[in-house]
């Protein structure tokens, strides 16, 4: 799946990335909470990027800021 959107890094807990989608997904919401194992230098907050990926089914945490989406390629828009 491809989503495109602003870049947040949040504090809370050990911190982790958020991207506010441009536009809404029926099933995702309009945040979705970003996994991976090695952050990419293009995250950077703030930045408008899209990223592909992979919706983390069953998953729970106490982060309670959107779906989980693993990582598997992002490009910076600007």
């Known amino acids: 799946m491809e989503l495109t959107g602003i870049l947040h890094w949040n504090e809370f807990e050990t911190g982790f990335w958020s991207l506010d989608l441009d536009?809404?997904?029926?099933?995702?919401?309009?945040?979705?909470?970003?996994?991976?194992?090695?952050?990419?230098?293009?995250?950077?907050?703030?930045?408008?990027?899209?990223?592909a990926g992979t919706v983390q089914e069953g998953v729970v945490d106490?982060?309670?800021?959107?779906?989980?989406?693993e990582v598997n390629d992002v490009t910076v828009l600007g």
Not at 24 to 45: C, M, N, Q, Y
Not at 62 to 69: H, I, K
């Open 62 to 69: 106490f982060l309670m800021a959107g779906p989980r989406v």
């Open 23 to 51: 536009v809404p997904h029926a099933e995702l919401g309009d945040r979705v909470v970003l996994v991976t194992d090695a952050i990419p230098s293009e995250f950077v907050d703030g930045a408008r990027i899209r990223i």
